[in-house]
């Protein structure tokens, strides 16, 4: 099993890209957010998931592990394969799905190209004990005020910080969360927070 590929991107394609690793380059098959945040020459490390097929092997490439969990775990369900379960990737977040299943969202599936919606329809039966809850709340569940510490103190705590030191770092990011006006993006104040407590031990 490959688990990750990393090294410098030696080519870009709409739907995938080159990773030289050792001397050899590696195609892996990625969505468009993926290869978006991928620039010729530039390093770069993606979660892989390898499909084996009797003529075939295939790598695909991930931001990070969630996504390609996710991944996975969508082929579970019968009749999807790697390809219908990039597709689902490509159309929406990881957590976008696990909201989408775990409301009964029929009308976010039908979206992916390949889902009518009897097939939605199945896919929301078949996934809803897989795919778990999702890891942050729906914007409209709090406001964004509250929302965003919630999420950053979960997030800290759940990586093995310290309730205080959760609290802390939550309050050291709070000026750039207020500062940057609408919904603070809660990835990007966590590798704040996360700056913030390596600074401080």
């Known amino acids: 099993m490959i688990a990750f590929v990393s090294g410098p991107v030696a080519a870009l394609a709409p739907d995938s890209a080159v990773v030289e690793v050792g001397g050899i380059g590696i195609a892996v098959q990625c ?36 996504e390609r969990q996710v991944f996975e775990l969508l082929q579970t369900a019968s009749g999807v394969g790697p390809r219908l379960a990039q597709s689902m990737l490509a159309v929406h977040s990881p957590d976008a799905l696990r909201r989408a299943v775990a409301t009964g969202d029929e009308k976010a599936l039908i979206a992916v190209p390949g889902i009518g919606k ?11 004990d897989r795919l778990g809850e999702p890891v942050g709340a729906p914007a409209a569940a709090a406001p964004p005020a509250s929302g965003w510490r919630d999420q950053l103190h979960a997030a800290l705590v759940g990586l093995g910080y310290a309730t205080r030191e959760a609290e802390e770092a939550v309050a050291a990011v709070a000026p750039q969360a207020e500062g940057a006006g609408g919904t603070p993006q809660v990835g990007a104040l966590l590798k704040a927070a996360l700056q913030t407590l390596n600074r401080a031990r």
């Open 31 to 66: 969505t468009p957010n993926t290869l978006s945040g991928l620039r010729l020459g530039r390093q770069t490390k993606l979660a892989t998931s390898l499909v084996v097929r009797e003529d075939s092997l295939t790598l695909y490439g991930f931001v990070d592990d969630d």
């Open 118 to 128: 009897k097939g939605a329809q199945k896919l929301l039966l078949e996934l809803k």
